[in-house]
């Protein structure tokens, strides 16, 4: 390996940091071959250098979903498994849950037509197959047939309708109408007969089966004759049942013995839901042993964990992001050349490694997070100071300006506030922050009555989508009800429009790479990273298998 | 004259009641107190804190190693070491130089608040106390409704509504000291009123603004002095406390409450230094102003 | 006694019906909207408008107020906006566990502070007099925040002696709960000791000072003696009244350690209810924290009254 390795060491010494990064994240076995080829081009490294040093530093492995210690062990029957979780906010009805801690309880006992899994694929679970018509405006699903709902009813196509029909119900209060308005409406859905369902949708839609899957946590299976207060049986089609829930203090589930999957019944006698008001009581308590999986936690919150031994971290790679939105038609952001230059003058690296503890991915200024497969590869926007002066210079902003950036006291975002402020100080801009709760900064959630959408700037968290149809609409579409940037650009609009209603995967690749392009050039909102979604389990236990968008599944779960 | 158990407070009790003295006796009582405070160990022990913090306050710029507002994520959360003496927190920025420049909010928004709530407290306190009869009755109730309502859905309230500054968290905790300053005054006021001098004053006529403030108010300095030192104490406590719940002083300021709000869910990950230092800067000054109240309170008991 | 009883019990009515008022005057300039929050940002305007017309949150604000009050007197607390369930129903457990950290804390507190006030008055000026009265003030300058953290951080994680966590498990019995309570109880002493203990001191001092015991001590009675039959009734006098106003703090201001402990306890639940603008609740909850008080101090200046020949006496002293 000598003299391949003074090779390597030569070329390594001319590349700049991020490429450094990158190679190194490949020679630790963080990355599989193929990603770091692909990720090498997004990066800027020519295809003869990647192919080189591929070979010369490769590790052979496939693509590594979790980089972390595998649970290969073989679980034991039996035992109670405890699950720890931030409590649901507001009530538990499958209708309106909007919030991680309630889609993971729906997702305990309730059942989704496809699932969503680690790597976005879409697995067949309550439906057995589906397609489209020629031009995508209508789906047929076939159903499993034998599935029983936990009262011992069998589910059917009407089930399933009326589910659907309750989620799409415009007077409803449904949480699932920012995914199915303009998509699927109140009687779209139709059982053509018992084990076949028929979604016709207002429009053609090449993602549809991602808009049903898991990823849309309201849309679990209910039986046609639910008429609410889901709180009293927790009904549904999955593993577990309803033992005893505790308000503000966890469910208790157990083994649902007819269940319709012989292979996913639960190993375990009991599976404990607990609730913790605060990450900080959450990674406590899981510090402590109150629990022996964890659903969520973040990189700053679970610091411990990650370097905690006897804590398997699931990373999961996902679309989940904060928008850095820039008003398009107040000063100073009027012209375009000024949001190019704040983008150029945020320093990416040290976000993803500094801010992130590199447990994210970068974010080149669009929807299309690297996750998603429809996602053309472009190259990956740097930090460029002299560029970004020089821009700031032609558009007549030499001398810097100021401005205010709203946001308010969650997550890392404070943080990502402050850092802002501080890069760009070179540049002569003078950031102030404005960070409050986030009832002031939503405040009625419509133009003119929120700091969210009336802001000149603000950071705005936005959560896990298996597919980016709802991330590329609303908030930047002109007529979009979140677009806080008030961007309004036909070209981009009609370019959504067509990614909607693409079928196959080429084609949408080919109409995502105009929309990446359009979105560097305009700039109206920064998208500076994807983070992963991390969970964590104990190394006493073993098969718990967590998605993106949270539902941890742990019936295959068991002690080792 | 009530003796009402819950019209006692948490602080130091209430002096006895003096005879008011003629004016020399005045300047000699004067002359005895300052004595003795410069003797006592405790209130130079408590000045000398207080100086320290001071001098962090006004000279904080030139004192700190670093710039307290220069992030560096990728050195993060680094442990005390030669280059960073108190370590980096969570955004890489240098925890000696941001405990030292982080005294200049705290001495600044607590005395402000406390002067507020003193003053407001004072003149609730002389009113009722004056009055008593249905202006007693119904502002005593108002500020029995304010007691009995928790401190931090009040800051809550008032926070969300005028939006988070150090200006609303002055008035924040004013508001919230007035009703308890007001008690001690009311207290103090009772025993006043039935003196000779305050009967003199209503036989000539005076206007009542006149008998509150120039007859009552001077003799009654002595418990408005001590609650205003305790209640120092208290309101750097307090602003620490609203810090910490995210609804006082806003980032990205030095604050040490808000430093502790920011990382106390490190700790378990064993960063300790972020949490520990500002906590301790927040329990020294407490302390040492305590120190200086102590020594006021004593002096003022002879 | 009856009268006085009864004077107060009426004026206590009007305080907590201003108590209301304000509440309720002041929660409406919080912003955002009751439905709004409930749902979120990114719900649509069409849901969030029915829920607000579900709610009844659409209707004038006197209109919801006195449809709450007039509830209240009946003795319905009316339905939590946020939780969809009966106000009682989330108060209850949360009010329960308020009252099982107080009552710990105190029994804790109380006694050690009593005895720490006595002492030290009884060797006053002396250097452990000092330690007591300063240490005692140097704990409670520590705001509850930073003793939550370091007990957490000494006894649950680096000892891990106690849990990390006040609430216990389910099915735990007396003995386990009263176990994970003990690390914030803990936390509630070091505050609450400095004051107790000083207010015991004050009142030592003071009835050392009194007539009556020197009168006793020149009979001829011993130390011991004199201490118990006529010092401590005075010791435990400025005790009271502060044990009493902290009463209405242990219900509802515990927010921090609650929040650290992850307890579901009534500080909580109401900054959740103010935030959420989750009316009944929120104004449920302060009137039952403001009973709380208010009953407390009555009973307090009761005890005062009882305890303190002087002011039987009458005001001549």
Request: aromatic letters at 10%; proline letters at 5%.
């Amino acid at each position: 390996m000598h003299p391949k390795q003074d090779q390597v060491d030569a070329v390594r010494a001319r590349r700049s940091e991020l490429e450094n990064h990158l190679i190194d994240e490949y020679r630790a076995g963080k990355i599989g071959r193929r990603e770091f080829v692909r990720r090498g081009a997004l990066v800027g490294m020519s295809l003869p250098l990647v192919t080189f040093l591929a070979t010369a530093c490769g590790v052979s492995t496939e693509d590594l979903e979790e980089t972390d210690k595998p649970q290969t062990a073989e679980p034991k029957q039996g035992g109670t498994i405890r699950v720890g979780e931030q409590e649901p906010a507001g009530a538990l009805d499958p209708v309106t849950v909007n919030n991680l801690g309630g889609l993971v309880v729906l997702a305990q006992t309730g059942e989704f037509l496809v699932t969503s899994d680690p790597r976005l694929r879409l697995v067949p679970r309550l439906a057995e197959s589906w397609k489209p018509n020629a031009d995508g405006s209508v789906w047929t699903f076939k159903l499993r047939r034998g599935v029983k709902f936990h009262d011992g009813k069998v589910m059917d196509a009407e089930d399933v309708a009326t589910t659907f029909d309750r989620l799409a119900d415009p007077d409803g209060g449904s949480n699932a109408l920012s995914v199915f308005t303009g998509v699927l409406s109140k009687g779209g859905t139709k059982a053509v007969d018992a084990n076949t369902v028929e979604f016709q949708l207002d429009a053609p839609n090449g993602n549809f089966p991602y808009l049903i899957s898991s990823d849309n946590y309201n849309a679990i299976i209910l039986p046609k004759t639910y008429d609410g207060d889901w709180e009293k049986t927790f009904i549904g089609t999955g593993p577990w049942k309803l033992d005893r829930f505790r308000p503000a203090e966890g469910v208790d589930f157990v083994p649902f013995k007819e269940y319709w999957d012989p292979r996913g019944r639960a190993i375990t006698n009991k599976n404990e839901l607990k609730f913790y008001a605060d990450e900080q009581g959450l990674v406590l308590g899981f510090q402590g042993n109150e629990f022996d999986a964890c659903v969520q936690y973040s990189v700053s919150g679970g610091k411990a964990l990650l370097t905690d031994d006897t804590v398997i971290t699931h990373e999961l790679r996902a679309a989940s992001h904060r928008q850095i939105h820039m008003r398009t038609d107040k000063e100073p952001f009027r012209d375009k050349r000024v949001r190019q230059a704040m983008a150029l003058l945020v320093d990416r690296q040290a976000l993803v490694d500094g801010l992130l503890d590199t447990k994210a991915d970068y974010g080149n200024d669009s929807p299309f997070a690297p996750v998603y497969r429809s996602t053309a590869e472009l190259e990956q926007r740097q930090r460029d100071v002299a560029k970004a002066k020089e821009l700031l210079r032609a558009a007549g902003k030499e001398d810097g300006f100021s401005v205010e950036l709203n946001t308010w006291q969650g997550f890392e975002m404070p943080d990502l506030a402050q850092l802002l402020q501080q890069m760009v100080r070179e540049a002569g801009i003078r950031i102030n922050l404005d960070i409050t709760d986030s009832a002031t900064y939503y405040g009625e959630a419509t133009f003119g009555n929120s700091r969210w959408l009336d802001s000149t700037m603000g950071i705005t968290e936005y959560g896990h989508r298996g597919v980016p149809n709802v991330l590329l609409g609303a908030p930047l579409l002109s007529d979009g009800t979140w677009n806080s940037a008030h961007f309004k650009n036909k070209r981009y609009d009609q370019l959504v429009a067509d990614y909607v209603a693409a079928v196959d995967l080429d084609a949408q690749r080919r109409i995502a790479k105009e929309i990446q392009l359009l979105l560097l050039d305009e700039v109206p909102i920064m998208f500076t990273y994807f983070y992963y979604f991390l969970s964590g389990s104990k190394d006493y236990v073993s098969g718990v298998v967590t998605n993106p968008m949270g539902q941890m599944d742990v019936s295959r779960a068991g002690f080792v | 004259m009530s003796t009402s158990a819950s019209g006692t407070d948490v602080a130091a009790p209430t002096p006895p009641a003096e005879a008011a003295p003629v004016e020399a006796d005045e300047r000699a009582a004067r002359r005895e107190r300052l004595r003795l405070l410069t003797r006592s160990g405790t209130f130079i022990g408590g000045v000398v804190i207080l100086a320290i913090f001071v001098i962090c306050a006004i000279f904080g710029e030139t004192l700190a190693p670093d710039d307290p507002f220069a992030t560096n994520p990728l050195d993060d959360l680094a442990a005390p070491s030669g280059e960073h003496l108190f370590g980096t927190d969570r955004v890489g920025r240098d925890v000696l130089s941001r405990v030292i420049v982080g005294a200049q909010d705290i001495l600044i928004v607590a005395p402000a608040a406390t002067l507020l709530g003193t003053v407001l407290g004072t003149v609730l306190g002389l009113l009722t106390g004056y009055f008593r009869g249905p202006v007693d009755d119904i502002l005593s109730r108002f500020i029995d409704a304010f007691l009995a309502l928790p401190t931090v859905i009040i800051a809550l309230l008032v926070i969300t509504a005028l939006g988070p500054s150090n200006l609303t968290v002055i008035i924040v905790v004013g508001l919230i000291f007035s009703p308890i300053i007001a008690r001690t005054v009311r207290a103090a006021v009772l025993q006043e009123r039935e003196m000779e001098y305050v009967a003199a004053a209503q036989l000539r006529n005076e206007r009542t603004p006149y008998i509150l403030f120039a007859e009552i108010l001077p003799n009654v300095m002595g418990p408005v002095t001590v609650e205003f030192t305790v209640r120092l104490g208290y309101a750097i406590f307090t602003v620490a406390t609203l810090s910490f719940l995210g609804f006082g002083i806003q980032p990205p300021a030095p604050d040490w409450g808000l430093q502790v709000f920011e990382h106390y869910g490190l700790i378990s990950g064993g960063y300790w230094w972020p949490v520990v230092f500002p906590a301790l800067a927040i329990a020294i000054l407490v302390i040492g102003v305590n120190m200086i109240a102590d020594g006021i309170a004593k002096a003022f008991e002879r | 006694m009856g009268r006085f009883i009864l004077r107060r019990v009426l004026l206590a009515i009007v305080t907590l019906f201003l108590l209301s008022l304000i509440v309720f005057v002041s929660a409406q300039v919080l912003p955002g909207d009751v439905a709004r929050n409930i749902l979120g940002p990114f719900a649509d305007q069409r849901s969030v408008d029915q829920l607000n017309e579900r709610l009844g949150t659409d209707r004038s604000i006197i209109v919801q107020y006195w449809d709450w009050i007039t509830g209240v007197l009946t003795g319905d607390m009316g339905v939590s906006l946020a939780f969809r369930r009966p106000v009682e129903d989330v108060i209850g457990p949360a009010l329960v566990n308020s009252a099982k950290l107080a009552l710990l804390a105190f029994l804790i507190v109380v006694p050690l502070a009593v005895i720490g006030g006595v002492y030290a008055a009884l060797r006053e000026g002396s250097f452990r007099d000092r330690l007591i009265s300063i240490g005692g003030l140097s704990a409670t300058a520590i705001p509850d925040f930073v003793w939550a953290v370091l007990m957490i951080l000494i006894f649950a994680l680096t000892l891990g002696i106690f849990p990390s966590t006040a609430t216990a498990p389910p099915g735990s019995n007396f003995f386990e709960e009263v176990w994970y309570l003990i690390l914030p109880a803990l936390c509630l002493v070091f505050v609450l000791f400095g004051y107790i203990a000083r207010m015991a001191r004050a009142g030592t001092v003071e009835a050392l000072d009194a007539d009556y015991t020197r009168t006793a001590v020149i009979k001829g009675l011993p130390q011991r003696t004199v201490v118990r039959r006529h010092v401590l009734r005075n010791s435990l006098l400025p005790t009271i009244a502060v044990v009493a106003t902290q009463l209405g703090y242990l219900f509802g201001g515990l927010v921090v350690i609650e929040l650290i402990f992850n307890y579901n306890g009534l500080g909580q639940t109401l900054v959740e209810a103010a935030q959420q603008k989750d009316f009944p609740l929120l104004q449920s909850g302060i009137l039952i924290i403001g009973i709380v008080y208010l009953v407390a101090t009555l009973v307090a200046d009761i005890m005062y009254s009882v305890l303190n020949p002087r002011v039987r006496l009458g005001s001549e002293a």
